[in-house]
């Protein structure tokens, strides 16, 4: 392994550590950014697989490429890797994977993104090869010592044993000369029935680090020499600077630079706050473009004309739909908007980069290390082979930290300081006005029924956004993002006849990838107007929707099984409601219900949540619960307040006076059920999202008999109490 050492005297880094103010300047020695602060230095010991280090004291370090935001996946990968590795789980670290040696070594690591609940339910079967791999090899290495069949040999807990004759070597002795062993070409893994350690409740190895302050995040990095630079992009997107008056700044204290971007103006000084204040008084005029008159009204408008838009194309048709609703003896007919939202990670955008000499080091909060890296190398000029990419711990993503904005801003800023590192630090202003937000969408419905109540038909057509049509243009086919339609084509209710419709209306405000993405708005808008559908049948809302689930085993099995959870029928307290909604998405099967009551003043008190999760096989089951807590109130954020207009073509929304969170105070009691039904490997950190917004919003249906089609809450009178 390579290693990049920014080295330092005592008397610098007492120098250094003065200026800041007596705080302590980190000193990095960093190919692969140790998660929680207790291995360093594995590049001399022995490498069992790509995966996997022994110390000779029997530690082990398992690398980890994707990235932590705090889901816990960390601490799962490794557990999988740990599984099949047959080690003493007490011994285990974990450590991220180096990029730049991931580059040099033909991607060994797999994928290094984190997004989609991708991290476990697309590298469990490589990982657990990984593990058996270097268990075959331990075994292998022990057996060569003794001179003995390997097939004599078992591991157990971090040691080798020689059954006939009871000798014992532990990993760490017989770690070197199991490196220098060919890895075995195929493996078998343990069936379920075997695991000792998937499946059961484990501590996450970054909590200590986490609650003890020791963590380390983008934000944290200092290093010797550093300078700081704030950032002021257009305010509308699209627009860029028209004209800077540097001059006004350059005599104030600490400020060491102005410098332009395409659309931006940065300012670079001794610290941030230096560099901030200066910003604030840099005059800059800028060239706002075409789209400084756009509103949110215009946008909903723009949006809206989708629903009525000749062009718009089918993704989905089953039977005759014409027909279905011709022939109806009632259609009912709903239109649904959802609000542009932003991530507001608890972490600001930030990055540090180092450019001298031809190499580019990068410290940045990403999920997608490979993507920072390539983004780097661009921005500097250089050989992807000449760039590190310094992983760390994210304080929150959520899908922003997937797109590389910020890294290709400090990397850009850092070759214009002279080979001094700098830190880019947005503001919160800047994260909360140039997110890439979740997109605007708007759905309309229309359900047929026969005389006897039952369903002929349904139509859908929705306008909206496109996420693909910027990232990934070649996933849009025939003009359908069937990314866009996440749900709402894949809907899993079976009725006679059924039409799909697509119109895509981008507008001037970039979107991305945001929690559940689509699988966040379009549960709202289906499973809501599937209550509506309910309703006009005259039928329980969960019993009508078991039928039409009846050839999907894994909707209806976790459908109910929060019915069972919630006691769904059981006769509640006078003024008490329940909602009900099901969601697959992202490889897992969810479902929730919702106890409220609502004043006549639209107070609304959450009595009780209950979600029930089915993601096939459990890594560890308190990261999973902890998960859908996570969801409960990541959705429940969204549903209440999350919304971002748009003014004169700019964000109206600023900082958490503007775009509230979930206070302590407001949080529902949750009860997660799991019902792994195994034979999959499902994602967590999203799923349990899908269905929150549309059970919380059918319970208030069922609560005051008035339907919500548009979030969020607070514009329809609803306050949380």
């Not at 700044?249 to 610290?271: H, S, Y």
């Not at 910003?279 to 473009?289: H, I, M, R, S, Y």
């Amino acid at each position: 392994m390579k290693r990049m050492m920014v080295n330092q005297s005592r008397r610098d880094f007492l120098k250094v550590s003065a200026a800041a103010g007596g705080g302590l300047m980190l000193e990095f020695s960093l190919p692969l950014a140790v998660a929680q602060g207790s291995v360093q230095g594995t590049a001399q010991l022995p490498e069992v697989t790509a995966w996997i280090v022994i110390h000779p004291d029997d530690r082990i370090v398992i690398r980890v490429a994707r990235s932590e935001m705090g889901q816990g996946s960390s601490t799962g990968l490794a557990m999988l890797v740990a599984e099949e590795l047959e080690c003493d789980w007490s011994k285990v670290s974990y450590q991220f994977a180096s990029p730049n040696e991931h580059i040099r070594r033909n991607r060994v690591w797999g994928s290094m993104a984190t997004g989609g609940s991708i991290g476990i339910r697309g590298s469990h079967d490589y990982l657990r090869k990984a593990g058996a791999s270097a268990r075959e090899m331990l075994v292998a290495a022990a057996a060569q010592q003794w001179q003995v069949p390997a097939a004599e040999c078992a591991a157990e807990r971090s040691v080798v044993t020689h059954a006939p004759s009871g000798r014992k070597l532990s990993y760490g002795q017989v770690a070197r000369a199991a490196s220098a062993l060919a890895p075995p070409k195929d493996v078998k893994l343990k069936e379920p029935r075997d695991w000792k350690l998937i499946g059961k409740p484990v501590k996450r190895l970054d909590i200590p680090a986490s609650v003890t302050g020791a963590q380390i995040y983008a934000v944290d990095v200092r290093l010797p020499g550093m300078v700081h630079a704030a950032i002021a992009q257009c305010p509308v997107f699209g627009g860029k600077p028209k004209s800077v008056d540097a001059a006004k700044v350059r005599g104030m204290r600490g400020v060491i630079k102005v410098v332009t971007l395409d659309d931006a103006v940065v300012v670079v000084a001794d610290n941030w706050w230096r560099a901030q204040q200066a910003l604030k008084a840099l005059p800059v005029t800028w060239d706002e473009g075409a789209n400084g008159k756009a509103s949110t009204a215009s946008i909903v408008e723009f949006v809206r004309g989708g629903l009525e838009d000749a062009q718009a194309v089918v993704a989905r048709r089953e039977g005759d739909m014409d027909a279905a609703l011709a022939g109806a003896a009632r259609v009912i007919e709903a239109e649904y908007l959802a609000p542009f939202l932003a991530h507001a990670t608890m972490e600001p955008m930030n990055c540090t980069a180092w450019v001298r000499d031809g190499r580019v080091d990068v410290w940045a909060p990403t999920q997608n290390a490979e993507s920072t890296l390539a983004t780097a190398a661009a921005a500097a000029g250089v050989p992807q082979e000449s760039v590190e990419v310094h992983k760390v711990q994210l304080g929150g993503g959520f899908g922003r930290r997937g797109f590389q904005d910020y890294a290709r801003q400090a990397v850009t800023i850092a070759m214009q300081t002279d080979g001094k590192p700098v830190k880019l630090m947005w503001s919160r202003e800047e994260d909360m006005q140039h997110d890439f937000y979740r997109p605007m969408t708007a759905v309309r419905f229309k359900a047929g029924f026969d005389a006897a109540g039952k369903v002929t038909g349904v139509w859908i057509r929705d306008a909206s956004h496109s996420i693909m049509a910027r990232v990934r243009p070649a996933a849009i086919k025939n003009g359908v993002d069937l990314h866009a339609l996440g749900g709402l084509a894949d809907l899993p209710y079976s009725v006679p006849s059924l039409r799909v419709e697509f119109a895509m209306r981008n507008s001037h405000v970039p979107v991305g990838f945001w929690r559940t993405v689509f699988q966040s708005q379009n549960p709202f808008f289906r499973e809501c107007f599937i209550d509506e559908m309910a309703h006009a049948a005259g039928q329980d809302p969960y019993e009508f929707r078991r039928p039409m689930l009846a050839g999907r085993p894994k909707d209806l099995g976790v459908l109910d099984a929060v019915a069972k959870a919630a006691e769904w029928g059981r006769p509640l307290p006078a003024g008490v409601h329940r909602g009900i909604a099901v969601h697959d998405s992202h490889g897992s099967y969810a479902a929730a219900v919702f106890e409220v009551s609502v004043s006549g003043k639209g107070e609304l008190r959450i009595r009780r949540v209950v979600v029930a999760l089915d993601q096939g096989h459990v890594v560890n089951p308190d990261s999973s619960v902890a998960q859908i807590e996570s969801c409960v109130v990541y959705a429940l954020t969204a549903a209440l307040y999350g919304e971002i207009t748009i003014r004169n073509g700019r964000v109206e929304q600023s900082n958490f006076h503007d775009y509230p969170m979930m206070r302590i105070r407001d949080m529902p009691k949750v009860e997660a059920v799991l019902v792994p039904s195994g034979g999959f490997w499902g994602g967590t950190g999203e799923t349990p999202l899908a269905p929150l917004a549309p059970a919380l919003v059918n319970a208030i249906f069922a609560a005051t008999g008035k339907r919500i089609r548009s979030l969020p809450l607070k514009n329809h009178g609803i306050t949380v109490v």
